[in-house]
């Protein structure tokens, strides 16, 4: 008998298989497409961010910097410190390495090979933060050298932007007083006191760049800061007047052996305008890092202290003729030395000239210490009280600006003027000041004090800046200073002025013109030895005046200060004057000063 069929049997084994792989199959696509949600949908913002920003590069834009320009008579401005078109090679580290090892392996290859010894970095700085996106890895290098780095192929991640170094085409003319600015950015002179306004304000190009590494112009990406130039800065400074100044340190020092540096500065009395700051021996900036003795690069006008002696006898003068507590014919006794306390003060050299009863005025026309001492002591009614000291600092000090900075726009030391209030500010040392010892000043201070000392009082903050070249090639002038205080009376300086002058008549007036005005004061220092004593085997010889045409009450056209530093003896008198009246005879022929009539 035939069996029937079961129509209700469960599906094969084979059925079930496909069941199951249609199940995994539909589990993997899913977690697929999970998994493009999570990345294209949950972390898009987050990827895209990483993406763009390892094709996101920032490269500075160097601003240029601005050139420094001097006066050249009436004529236009010319250039002392210009720029040269070089170029800085730097490295995106980062971008580097995600091109692996061996493309490192060929920047250090190629670079070193072309950059050699103009690296500014080691290799191990290059790649020690490897999420840095530039750095410097030569400054300044020449047209050929960039020529070769640019021929490099495919060379990814290295860059040049063009940059510029200094040019002095006076070589060594007012090497100090322009200064340079270093490989670590550290300024001296005019490069560094006005570096802000010189260097101006780099700006930032960010873009995305392509497979080639060439920034693309286009995308939300692509922002640019452009840079700012610095400015053009125009000096007071007449390149003609430096320049022959220079040249009558030079030979000053040159000829005499005894001299082993000069300084000068010429000052326009009546605006605080320097003409000339001169220093010698001198350096070329271009080559600032040659030299043998690093200390050749300070401005000593600016920066060297020093006790000035004589020259700082007028303003103890002035002083005393402000306060109404002398008259220059007014008389006293020099014996040739003077007690104070319990020293004795002796004359220089121990002079027994012009003893007895003299006037004031024959005490400074000699440069006797006893007679500055005997001013101060007037000013105290009779005796050197704390009073009389007090004042002496005010006038100084508060006044005449001596131990402070003055404002110069390159850097400056400050000085020390000690205070009556301090136990070290006693009757000797301020009977020792009153003759230019026991203090410590620079030649600014003492000749910004001069200039108001001279031209009626006022007292105005020295500058070097004229102005700036506009984009036109224009001088644009600064704002003219004005005086900030007043030091003494328009009659006082006019009094001052004649003193001045009748000092000169026997300090080298004989080769002054006929019809000028012309009045100084010398100086000689006594230097310390090794021992902290004074010793008159080394001096330093300086003096300071003033001169120019017109009228006794007119202020003068100019002031000059000189100071020698010497390897042994020299005197205010017979090695400073000369200089001096090498300089003011120059001024008034170069500066068409006309006489008095």
């Given at each position: 008998?035939?069996?029937?069929?079961?129509?209700?049997?469960?599906?094969?084994?084979?059925?079930?298989?496909?069941?199951?792989?249609?199940?995994?199959?539909?589990?993997?696509?899913?977690?697929?497409?999970?998994?493009?949600?999570?990345?294209?949908?949950?972390?898009?913002?987050?990827?895209?961010?990483?993406?763009?920003?390892?094709?996101?590069?920032?490269?500075?834009?160097?601003?240029?910097?601005?050139?420094?320009?001097?006066?050249?008579?009436?004529?236009?401005?010319?250039?002392?410190?210009?720029?040269?078109?070089?170029?800085?090679?730097?490295?995106?580290?980062?971008?580097?390495?995600?091109?692996?090892?061996?493309?490192?392996?060929?920047?250090?290859?190629?670079?070193?090979?072309?950059?050699?010894?103009?690296?500014?970095?080691?290799?191990?700085?290059?790649?020690?933060?490897?999420?840095?996106?530039?750095?410097?890895?030569?400054?300044?290098?020449?047209?050929?050298?960039?020529?070769?780095?640019?021929?490099?192929?495919?060379?990814?991640?290295?860059?040049?932007?063009?940059?510029?170094?200094?040019?002095?085409?006076?070589?060594?003319?007012?090497?100090?007083?322009?200064?340079?600015?270093?490989?670590?950015?550290d300024g001296y002179g005019i490069e560094g006191g006005l570096n802000t306004r010189l260097a101006g304000k780099d700006g930032v190009l960010k873009s995305v760049v392509d497979v080639n590494d060439i920034p693309l112009s286009i995308g939300d990406e692509y922002t640019e800061e452009p840079a700012v130039d610095g400015d053009d800065i125009v000096l007071t400074v007449d390149i003609n007047i430096q320049r022959k100044i220079e040249s009558i340190l030079a030979e000053r020092v040159e000829k005499n052996a005894n001299v082993a540096t000069a300084s000068a500065v010429v000052m326009d009395p009546a605006t605080g305008k320097v003409m000339a700051m001169a220093n010698y021996p001198n350096f070329n900036p271009e080559e600032y890092s040659k030299v043998d003795d690093a200390s050749i690069h300070i401005n000593r006008v600016t920066t060297s202290l020093y006790e000035p002696a004589s020259v700082i006898k007028p303003f103890v003068y002035a002083m005393a003729l402000n306060e109404n507590k002398i008259k220059l014919s007014d008389t006293y006794y020099n014996s040739g030395s003077t007690k104070v306390a319990d020293r004795t003060i002796y004359n220089a050299q121990r002079s027994t000239r012009n003893t007895g009863e003299i006037t004031f005025q024959t005490a400074i026309d000699n440069s006797l210490n006893t007679g500055s001492i005997e001013v101060l002591r007037r000013v105290g009614g009779g005796d050197i009280t704390k009073a009389a000291r007090k004042t002496m600092y005010d006038y100084f000090v508060d006044g005449f600006g001596l131990g402070r900075k003055t404002g110069i726009e390159v850097h400056e030391e400050q000085g020390i003027i000690i205070s009556p209030d301090e136990v070290q500010g006693n009757a000797v040392r301020y009977s020792n000041m009153t003759f230019g010892q026991g203090m410590s000043v620079t030649m600014m201070q003492v000749a910004t004090g001069f200039c108001s000392m001279v031209n009626g009082g006022n007292y105005i903050e020295p500058t070097l800046v004229e102005g700036v070249l506009n984009d036109k090639g224009e001088l644009v002038k600064s704002e003219s200073h004005t005086a900030i205080r007043q030091t003494i009376s328009a009659d006082t300086s006019a009094e001052v002025r004649k003193m001045l002058a009748e000092v000169r008549k026997n300090n080298g007036g004989q080769r002054d013109p006929e019809g000028y005005n012309i009045g100084i004061k010398t100086g000689t220092a006594e230097t310390i030895d090794e021992n902290g004593h004074y010793t008159s085997d080394k001096t330093n010889a300086s003096v300071l005046g003033y001169g120019g045409g017109g009228e006794e009450d007119d202020v003068p056209d100019y002031v000059i200060m000189v100071r020698l530093d010497g390897n042994s003896l020299l005197w205010g008198a017979t090695d400073a004057v000369p200089v001096f009246t090498d300089i003011s005879n120059y001024l008034i022929d170069y500066l068409r000063i006309a006489p008095s009539k």
């Open positions: 008998m035939a069996v029937a069929k079961d129509t209700n049997k469960k599906p094969t084994s084979m059925k079930v298989r496909y069941n199951l792989l249609f199940l995994m199959l539909g589990g993997v696509v899913f977690c697929i497409f999970a998994k493009l949600y999570y990345l294209q949908v949950i972390k898009y913002r987050e990827y895209t961010k990483e993406a763009v920003a390892s094709r996101v590069r920032e490269t500075p834009i160097k601003a240029e910097r601005g050139e420094v320009y001097m006066m050249n008579g009436s004529d236009e401005p010319e250039a002392v410190i210009m720029n040269e078109r070089v170029w800085d090679v730097y490295i995106d580290p980062k971008y580097a390495l995600s091109f692996g090892e061996s493309h490192v392996a060929k920047i250090e290859k190629n670079l070193t090979e072309i950059l050699g010894n103009k690296m500014t970095v080691s290799w191990d700085e290059v790649w020690k933060d490897k999420n840095r996106q530039y750095i410097e890895v030569a400054k300044g290098v020449d047209f050929e050298t960039a020529s070769k780095v640019k021929a490099v192929k495919k060379l990814h991640a290295v860059g040049m932007n063009v940059s510029s170094r200094r040019v002095y085409p006076s070589g060594t003319l007012a090497s100090q007083l322009l200064g340079f600015v270093n490989v670590n950015g």
